[in-house]
Every structure is written in structure tokens, then in C-alpha cells.
């Protein structure tokens, strides 16, 4: 059975131990039969540095790297969460990482894979934290603060966040049709894979008169969201 995987958002955190294990189940039995496993940023619900690892997320380090162990190649992408993840966790996990904005080829289908954070182009106020925070120079002065205040980053960013999502319109946290097209147009493709928005869905349009498809991963916070592809056809499922 020839199948490549993509998932996104899982969210792991020590607070949700019930959805480490699905993950763990996940990776055992379903990812251990597929062609590749991709993971399209935001593993974790926020990650300060390879070398900040939280003990209970160590299992999950070492579920990956007995997958990969086994043959079946990992990928990586960075979300808004844990862009910190570094080559240390990628050494360790066996996933190997890859920049956001990435096309694979998929039983012969170009397809463009992304988080999904930098096409929400009508969050400007998000869009101007994201050129600040993901800037190299600010990442390196970032991860050689201490554990403790990096922590308390993350923290106080994670609060702010929260209530700057509550009260932007939902609509601007979507994706921005135009800012979908061009990039899909820079990248030459038709299919396009992302997550990020937790807004699980198929989506079917017309760009420059060929069929083009969106497919949008869902979030790990209730169940597993996961989009099975094989040569033919990819669905959209909850994982078993
Ligand atoms: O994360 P989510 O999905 O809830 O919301 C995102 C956008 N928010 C973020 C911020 C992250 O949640 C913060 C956590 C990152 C931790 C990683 C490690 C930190 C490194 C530091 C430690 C070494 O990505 C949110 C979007 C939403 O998606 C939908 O797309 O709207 O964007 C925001 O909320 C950003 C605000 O609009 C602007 C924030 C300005 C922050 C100013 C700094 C405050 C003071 C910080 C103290 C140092
Ligand atoms: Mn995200």
C-alpha cells in the first residue's frame, strides 16, 4: 500500500500526555507502513531550543528515530511554534528539516508544502512579528539566553498572543486567497499542502485556467488530523 502522510499541528505538550501517546500509536502503526512521513510545522506547542527538551517529549524524540531507523523517511517543517528546532533534533529524531515553502514530488505530483503562517497575509500585525522573531540575528540571541528566560519568553509571548487572537476577526487569520496564488504560481504547481490554520478542508479552484487544489491540515488538540495521499487521490482522515 503506497502512501505518503502529512500532518501538522499536534501541539505536543507535556499538559496533553493523552495526545503524546496518539502520536506514539500513530507513529508505530500507521506511519511505520507508509512511503514518507511529512510534518508541516508545529510538532510542538512551542519549542525554546534543541537543548530545553522537556523530559516527557523525549519518548516522542525517540518514537521518530526508531521510525526512521526503520527505513521511512521523515520530514520536517518549521511552524510559528517551533521554529527553534534546530540540527541537534534533527540529528537526534532522524527528521530531516526542510525550509517552509518546500516542493516534493508526490507520486509524480509537484506539491508545494508549507506551515501556512505566511500566507495569512491580512494578520499584518502577525506578518510584522513573524520578519522580527524569525530573523536570524534575533534567533541567535535568543538561544543563547538561558533556559529559565527563555522560558519566560515563550511565556509572556504565549499570553500576548492569546489575547491578540482573541480578538482579531477570524476571517483575517485565514489564509489570503492572492497571497495562495502567487506562490503557487512562483512555485509552478496546482496542489498545495499546508496546515496552521486548524481549518481542515479540501479546497478546489481555478488558477490560470488549470485545476488547483488547497489541501489544509486539521490540529492534534481533540483527535489526529492527518492527509493520506497515495498515487491517485488524498484524503482528509482522522488518524485510527
Ligand atoms: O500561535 P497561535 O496559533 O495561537 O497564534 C499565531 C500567532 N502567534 C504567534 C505567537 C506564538 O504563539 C508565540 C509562541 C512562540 C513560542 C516559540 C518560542 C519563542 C522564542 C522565544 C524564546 C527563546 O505565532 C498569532 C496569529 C495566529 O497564529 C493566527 O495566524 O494571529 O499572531 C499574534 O498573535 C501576533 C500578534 O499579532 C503580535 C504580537 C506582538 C508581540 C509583541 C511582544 C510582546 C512582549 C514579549 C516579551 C518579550
Ligand atoms: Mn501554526
Known sequence: MHETLFISDLHLDRERPQIIELFQ????????????????????????????CAPPLEPVIAALKNLADRGIPLYLIHGNR????GKEFARRSGCRLLPDAQVI??????????????????DVAYQRFRRIIRSRILQRLLISLSVAMRQNIAKRLRNKSRQEVQRKPTE?????????????NQNDVTRLIHGHTHRPKIHNFGLNGRAA??????????????????AKHCKLDSVL
Open 82 to 85: 517551533d521554529f527553534l528546532i
Open 213 to 230: 487544489r488547497r489541501m489544509v491540515l486539521g490540529d492534534w488538540y481533540e483527535q489526529g488530523s492527518v492527509l493520506r495521499c497515495k
Open 172 to 184: 483575517i487569520m485565514d489564509v489570503n486567497q492572492q497571497a495562495v496564488e502567487q506562490i503557487m
Open 105 to 122: 514530488d508526490l507520486y509524480g505530483k509537484p506539491t508545494l508544502i508549507m506551515h501556512g503562517d505566511s500566507l495569512c497575509t491580512d
Open 25 to 52: 500509536r500513530f507513529l508505530s502503526q500507521e506511519a511505520a507502513g507508509a512511503d514518507a512521513l511529512f510534518i508541516l510545522g508545529d510538532l510542538f506547542e512551542y519549542w525554546i531550543g534543541d537543548d530545553a
